[in-house]
Structure formats: structure tokens, C-alpha cells
């Protein structure tokens, strides 16, 4: 069967209005709890944890997380004392983890267009406020869209991190919302987020059908198309953390996808001044980041050891330098052909989600545990 397919990442085959209200019903009627969904998608596939993670998951109130849609573990390292934004927060799981992570100095803001999740969401502050021992709550929730974050008052040039765990996809303007993203963070700042991606550019008979897109199967971009509207909004080369592939798991979904392949993807995509460009340079991790003292798992393919240096090519090195990383690495002017006992040299990289998922990292990653080291999950 031929199959249009959309000539440009962002074409929007129907209305935006008719979307929002779409998902909204899907989220807010249609879906009572995670067991009501009716593909594999929305499933966070068994990521191994650190304990502290572990700790926070096990503290959030029942009813929030019993409407967790979440696709990926939402963690990026060295929270302390930041300010975050969850886009789609939902019932808000991933916004009272991260409540317990930053501590009382932090602040974790939740925005959602779907009053049932919110109101949820809304109604376990002051628990978890009290769980945590803190004076005054540090999570708020706001009533909005995630393609016009300026309109819902979200303060620009704010937040340290964005996250977003599975909802970019139900988005009709994927570029606005990347866009506002990068006016609200501060510079330094990082969208780390979880989605669900395709391995081709889907046609315009999978991206109107309604349920899919509810499903976070129709909406999905093309990975290439992340890699490209990054690039226009302003956003360094989004760099891959993890990756799995989805199954669909169910017989008449799969039929009309056919042999379009899916993956369950985190990417991390950080805001620094174009005009700050870098040169290569030799890097140590000093090993202080709570939870990560032995070393850091920045992306699929850079892993710092404490006390190891490491060649890092010019964009990482303008990263690590201008967010808040800067503090936790010492950095040397690149000596070129130097090797040292200690100096690892950059390895090749390739941000294609299904590649990654083929590759013994992608395997390794699971298998030994990711940061906490341990043979099995912790969770
Ligand atoms: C798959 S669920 C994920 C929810 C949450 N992140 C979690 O992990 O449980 C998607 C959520 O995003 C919300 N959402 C979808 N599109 C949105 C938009 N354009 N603006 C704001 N929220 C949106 C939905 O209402 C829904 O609650």
C-alpha cells in the first residue's frame, strides 16, 4: 500500500485544537490508570536505578503514581538546589521524585493541560511536602500547554532543567514546544526528556488516528527530525542517554503500523550560547556529585570516571563548561597525542536510538545495572 508521508518534521495534518481535546479526553476520561492503556508505549521499560531514585519512587502517594503514563526513567544528575520543569506532568510521579531529589532549596514546577491528572497531582502537595520533612512545599502545578509555556506565565530564562517523560509526542507543534523550552531555561540549561521515536517519518494514516496518538505511537517524530528541529530552535546536538526498543502489543495497532519501528528514548539537549564556541580539551571527574562518586553516566557514550582523564570534542567541552557540571570536573587544554596511563580518548558516536539499542552499550547498559553498578535493578 503506498503511504503519504509528511515532507516536513512539524507538518500538522489536523487541527491543533482537535488534538489537545483529543488527548485531553484520553487523559482525563478515557484512561482511569496505567493497566487502561492499550499499547506497550506508555510502559517504562525496568531501569536500573540508584538508590537514591529508588528511595524517592518508593515515598510518592499510591493514586499519583497509579496514573503514571511515563515512557523512561527521568533523572539527570547533580539536582541539588535546582529549579525543574516537568512538561506533562500528569498525575505528577516524576515531579515528587524530584521534589525529594532537589531538596526543600529546590523548586520542581509541573505544567499540564488535563484538569483530571492536575487535579490529582494538586491533591498530594501538602503529603508530600510533610513526607519529605520540609517547611513549605517546593513543587507547584500549572494549568497550561507545553506549546505556550510564556501565556501559562512560566518564567523565562529560569529553570536549570526541563523534563518531560512521554508527552512531546502527543504535541500537534513539536517545534514551539522545543522553542519555549529554550526561552524558559537558563543558559547552561538541559531538556533531558524521555519519548517514544520512530525509525521512519510515519504517514498521514498513522498520525490522524486518534487512539494511536493517544497512544503516543501517532504523534511520534522520526528521531532525525529531534536532531534536526534541535538544531533550528538553537539547542546543541541532543545526545542520547538510553534507549529500548517498544513493543507494540497489540494485534490491530500493529497491523496498521505495520513495519514502522519504535523505540523508547531519553535525549539530553542543552542550551549554550552558539557564539561560546570550544575547543577539544582533556577533562577529570572529580567524583562529588551525590550518588554518582565513582562515576558519571552522562550519555550512551561518555561515562567519567573519578580521576580519569578524558578527551572531549569541543561541544561537550562548551557543556560541561557553561551547566552546572562545571564545578564537578577540572579541565585541561587538550595536548595533542598526549597519552597518559589515565587519558581516554573520545570514542565515535552515533545518537540513532535504534542503533543504540543493537549496540553492546545499549545491552551493557542494562545488563550491569546502569548508575547505582548493581547486577539487577533496584527497583
Ligand atoms: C503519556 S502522559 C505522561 C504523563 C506524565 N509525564 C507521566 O509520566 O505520568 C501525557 C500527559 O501529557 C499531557 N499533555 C499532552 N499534551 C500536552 C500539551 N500540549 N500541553 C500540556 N500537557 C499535555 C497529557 O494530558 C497527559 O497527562
Known amino acids: 500500500m503506498e503511504r503519504s508521508v509528511a515532507s516536513h518534521p512539524v507538518d500538522v495534518l489536523m487541527p491543533e485544537l482537535e488534538i489537545h481535546e483529543a488527548v485531553k479526553d484520553y487523559y482525563g476520561r478515557v484512561l482511569k490508570g496505567t493497566s487502561d492503556l492499550k499499547s506497550n508505549a506508555c510502559l517504562s521499560p525496568t531501569t536500573p536505578m540508584a538508590p537514591a531514585v529508588c528511595r524517592a519512587l518508593k515515598e510518592v502517594h499510591p493514586e499519583v503514581t497509579s496514573r503514571y503514563y511515563g515512557c523512561g526513567l527521568v533523572v539527570p544528575e547533580c539536582l541539588e538546589g535546582c529549579r525543574i520543569l516537568d512538561l506533562g506532568c500528569g498525575a505528577g510521579r516524576d515531579c515528587y521524585m524530584l521534589s525529594c531529589l532537589v531538596g526543600e532549596r529546590g523548586l520542581v514546577t509541573g505544567i499540564e493541560m488535563t484538569e483530571a491528572q492536575l487535579d490529582v497531582a494538586r491533591k498530594h502537595v501538602d503529603y508530600h511536602t510533610k513526607k519529605f520533612g520540609y517547611k513549605k512545599p517546593n513543587t507547584e502545578f500549572v494549568q497550561g500547554y507545553i506549546e505556550a509555556l510564556q501565556r501559562a506565565k512560566i518564567k523565562e530564562n529560569f529553570y536549570d532543567i526541563i523534563i518531560s517523560n512521554c508527552v512531546v509526542n502527543l504535541s500537534p507543534d513539536k517545534?514551539?514546544?522545543?522553542?519555549?523550552?529554550?526561552?524558559?531555561?537558563?543558559?547552561?540549561?538541559?531538556?533531558?526528556?524521555?519519548?517514544?521515536?520512530?525509525?521512519?517519518?510515519?504517514?498521514?494514516?498513522?498520525?490522524?488516528?486518534?487512539?494511536?496518538?493517544?497512544?503516543?505511537?501517532?504523534?511520534?517524530?522520526?528521531?532525525?527530525?529531534?536532531?534536526?528541529?534541535?538544531?533550528?530552535?538553537?539547542?546543541?546536538?541532543?545526545?542520547?542517554?538510553?534507549?529500548?526498543?517498544?513493543?507494540?502489543?497489540?494485534?490491530?495497532?500493529?497491523?496498521?503500523?505495520?513495519?514502522?519501528?519504535?523505540?523508547s528514548a531519553t535525549y539530553r539537549l542543552f542550551k549554550i550560547p552558539r557564539s561560546l564556541s570550544q575547543s577539544s580539551c582533556q577533562v577529570i571527574y572529580d567524583g562529588n556529585i551525590t550518588g554518582h562518586e565513582n562515576f558519571l553516566k552522562f550519555d550512551a557514550y561518555h561515562t567519567f570516571k573519578k580521576n580519569e582523564m578524558v578527551t572531549i570534542d569541543g561541544e561537550l567541552a562548551g557543556i560541561l563548561k557553561m551547566s552546572r557540571f562545571a564545578e564537578e570536573f577540572t579541565f585541561q587544554v587538550h595536548v595533542e597525542n598526549e597519552i597518559g596511563i589515565n587519558c581516554v580518548t573520545p570514542k565515535t558516536v552515533n545518537w540513532n536510538p535504534f542503533e543504540f539499542t543493537h549496540t553492546q552499550e545499549g545491552s551493557v547498559d542494562v545488563a550491569t545495572g546502569g548508575c547505582c553498578g548493581s547486577p539487577t535493578p533496584c527497583c
Do not use: M
Not at 531538556?191 to 517519518?201: A, G, K
Not at 538544531?231 to 513495519?259: S, W
Open 175 to 263: 517545534l514551539r514546544v522545543l522553542k519555549e523550552a529554550h526561552h524558559v531555561l537558563k543558559d547552561g540549561g538541559e531538556l533531558y526528556f524521555s519519548d517514544i521515536y520512530c525509525n521512519h517519518r510515519l504517514p498521514a494514516e498513522i498520525r490522524t488516528h486518534k487512539v494511536l496518538w493517544g497512544e503516543c505511537l501517532g504523534g511520534a517524530l522520526w528521531w532525525e527530525d529531534l536532531l534536526r528541529l534541535a538544531q533550528e530552535v538553537g539547542f546543541c546536538t541532543p545526545r542520547l542517554v538510553a534507549a529500548t526498543a517498544v513493543t507494540i502489543g497489540n494485534k490491530e495497532f500493529q497491523t496498521i503500523l505495520g513495519d514502522y519501528e519504535f523505540v
